[in-house]
């Protein structure tokens, strides 16, 4: 059990019997009125998402999940391709467990997944990955003199604001939570 302002994103909890996923949780105090948590929980079962409000002192369920690092592979048509580690066993994941972490999982990136009943019910990226730009415009003289930024495709398919510097070809470090350019790889 957990107090309801230690909801995070990705947490897996239980809620009126049912097993959720944290995909929102925000910490809301108004005035001198009471504060309370405000998270959007997506259901594991039916894969709907409902706005739901705790205090700050409720006590949540955590059910027991197991954490394991993969290695990403590739994408087919069935899914995402996941090695484990360890045992080096393969395993498909579907895109709605991987959601919005596609935009910038590259081969060979390292995973860490959260197992309920040997079935992953999240995925979780590092927070920085190296990505290599695909297609940029090309760089116009002067323009390091001011900070401009333009949009970049990395090899993923994922679109990043670049300074005007980056050519196509570079590896960038991308920051996977807020999607923002960081610097160049070295």
Known sequence: ?????????????MHDGQLFIVHEASHVAK???RS?????????KQGNIINVRFGVDDRI???????KDFE???QDGTGFILM???????????EDVVGSAKDYLAPNCKVSCQILDEQIISFELPNVVTLQITDTPPVVKGATASAQLKDA????????R???????????????RTGEYLDRAK
């Open 1 to 13: 059990m957990i107090k309801a302002v230690e909801l995070r994103k990705g947490r897996t909890i």
């Open 31 to 33: 005035g001198n009125k």
């Open 36 to 44: 309370y948590m405000q998270a959007r929980l997506k259901s594991f």
């Open 61 to 67: 369920e955590i059910p027991f999940v197991e954490a």
């Open 72 to 74: 990403f592979l590739y």
């Open 84 to 94: 484990d580690t360890q045992t080096y066993d393969q395993i498909t994941v579907t």
């Open 153 to 160: 495709d990395l090899e993923t398919g994922a679109r990043v």
């Open 162 to 176: 670049v300074p005007s510097f980056v050519a196509p070809g570079d590896k960038i470090r991308v920051d996977t």
